[in-house]
């Protein structure tokens, strides 16, 4: 059964597997950053950048979206924050000399980890049509082409303005300001991809789409739950909270397929015990859940729940909530403990185990991530997991809430600033009063719609604030035939990668500056605002002297951008905002709720909350005016006999599509990420042993497959009839309409595909 990879594999992949770890961090992943960081910015550089690092007059971390604690440790950063800083304060350049020697073709044949490595870009390049190379080209001849392109369009709607999260609340405001007086509501971003779910599910039962809690409620809590999150490779610092929290006798419960080394045991690097000893157990119960079997897992406990006396809040249930009679009936009526278990994988005695300890908690905190919205069911999955905090009164109250944890560094904020294609009527409305102008109505174009708007030739310019939009999307060969039959496609980008090697017909790169560089405009030295995933605002301020002279900042980029396409017909100080950015943030306090008198209170150390009605006042901005229960039919994965069940997931050593180095530390897998972990009684099961090789081949309902070849087979100890390999090298995968119900969002978590012999048909 053993085969070799093919010899066209972009890495060259030579996975070595040992022993998973049970524990995370400790002296090892300090070491490891730091190899990591010097290779690429030298040892006074790493230094000097990593001391900045969260600090209150520094930068915020490029990496996750956790918030910063009240007093930060001197040394506030994690091994994963400090690989995401070195990417970016890297020494090394990619110059028009680089683009001179190399093709865009062959670009095109680089792997991603590749095309990383190569360094910071430090001039616009310009890729005319019919061109083989890239070339400089002038700032202003860059927007002049993006102007062509725009204005010969039949229709705004035929533009596509996509954003990554690590955009500033600066940037993200003038750019959607910018979309929107040029026609169009196309502003899909990363979090189409990411928590589109809990977004959806939350604005809809608790009426805002963000988390309530705040970092001191998880020391607060009785218990926390995470589910489907990997926090010591995704939200290091998450981890130093929840050994707090532990220290003051929370209770932990995981649920996930993986039995994750961060959350089984964590030793902090920010102290002698956590360096020398054996950590902090962090776990009390490990729930391993099959793939997409949360909503029927939460089911159970709910109905487990209203079945014993007194554990509802029922004071609470009256006087906040509405549909718990409609829900509790559904609920009781859904007593299929032989249901229950196919799906969960669990058995009965865990889920007994797990109700004990939620019966014992007074206060509840549900964590989650991607392994909760990334289903076709995410949504009501987690209008699940509202349905049992609410149950007992688990809104609204110190050290307890929802905690959907975000991943990249500003997504949250982006949303906050109104990169949203469905924008409420109300966000529009104040644009409209603020800046004269009358915004589009009509809802724009997601990801997955965005990308099948390109692909039937209805979008014809493609611009993107950041990212690396055909690799982190579904469907890689579908989407990159459709990024080719654009006009034009634009990316404002800090580092070279695959979107920028998969072109329309003209194609520009714009290169801008990081969170840790300087950032001087003619109205003097600028600092940015973020969001963190708990609703906290506060100042970035870079230090670095910039990659090069030639770079622009991203919210100069967009106001030059406005000023070029729009000219006259736009009222908008384009060039006020350009020159200081405390002039943006007056605006933003003009029209955002919650950031009234933004420049004072941003000023302040720490900086500041944003409302959040739920928890502040358990008010709750629904259409019903109150919490909502919901009762939707509980659904899981079908899975076919014979057929794995795969998430596709991230490595210990990658940013979503950036790759930092080809380990995995925590699961044993070294040197390789073309690897496919199997339940060993499964692998052997269809004969395939530890170190075979396998294709993975993905079976949609329309009958058609797609496939990913040269897989080492790892047996490891997953959930039965769940596998898991790295994305984005699985996004071939990954159909473009298997997407959750309501929020759309590519279903990542749950592919189904069968192991397949190299060669065999
Ligand atoms: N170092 C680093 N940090 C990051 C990122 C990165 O790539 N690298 N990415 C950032 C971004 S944008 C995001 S969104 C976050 C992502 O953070 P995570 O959501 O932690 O990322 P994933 O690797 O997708 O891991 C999903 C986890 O959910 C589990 N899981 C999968 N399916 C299910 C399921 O059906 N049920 C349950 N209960 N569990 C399931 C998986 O086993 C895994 O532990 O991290 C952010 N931070
Ligand atoms: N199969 C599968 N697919 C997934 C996921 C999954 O779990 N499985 N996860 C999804 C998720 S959660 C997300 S969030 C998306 C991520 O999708 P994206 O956000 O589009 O992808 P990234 O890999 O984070 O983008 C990396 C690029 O951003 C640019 N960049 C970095 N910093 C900056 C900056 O400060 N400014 C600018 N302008 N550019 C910068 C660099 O050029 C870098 O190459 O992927 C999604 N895709
Ligand atoms: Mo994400």
Redesign the pocket.
Known sequence: MAGKPPASDPIQDAPQVSEPQHSAVGLPAITHALRIAQQQMGVRRTALTLLRVNQRDGFDC?GCAWPEPDKPHTAEFCENGAKAVA??ATLRRVTPDFFAAHSVADLATRSGYW??QQGR?THPMYLAEGADHYVPVPWERAFDIIGEELTALDSPDEAVF?T????SNEAAFLYQLFAREFGTNNLPD??N???ESSGSALTETLGVGKGSVLLEDLYKADLIIVAGQNPGTNHPRMLTALEKAKAGGTKIISINPLPEAGLERFKNPQTPRGLAGGGTALTDLFLQVRLGGDQALFRALNRMILATEGAVDEEFVRAHTHGFEEFARVARADDDWDETLAATGLTRAEIDSALEMVLASRRTIVCWA?GL??HKHSVPTIREVVNFLLLRGNIGRPGAGVCPVR??SN?QGDRTMGIFERPAPAFLDALEKEFGFAPPREHGLDVVRAIRALRDGQAKVFF??????V????DTDVTEAAMRRARLTV???????R?HAVTGARALILP????TERDVRGGGEQFVTVEDSMGMVHASRGRLEPASGGLLS?PAIVARLARRVLGARSRTPWEEFEEDYATIRDRIARVIPGFEDFNARVARPGGFALPHAPRDSRSFPTATGKANFTAAPVEYPAVPEGRLLL????SHDQ????VYGLDDRYRGIKNGRRVVLVHPDDARERGFADGAYTDLVSEWTDGSERRAAGFRVVHYPTARGCAAAY??E??VL?PLDHTADTSNT?A??SVVVRLESPGQD
Do not use: D, W
């Open positions: 490029p990417e970016e095309l990383g870009l996509y990554s999260g690590r955009t990363c979090s991809m990411c928590h991607m919205t990334q991943g990249h997504v993107a604030m950041g990212g690396n939009f690799s982190a999307t579904p990316h404002v980008s800090t580092k070279l990668n979107s801008t500056l990081g969170r991203e998430q596709t997931l991230r940013y979503n599509t950036t994305y984005p699985t996004n990954i590519p990542s978590k």
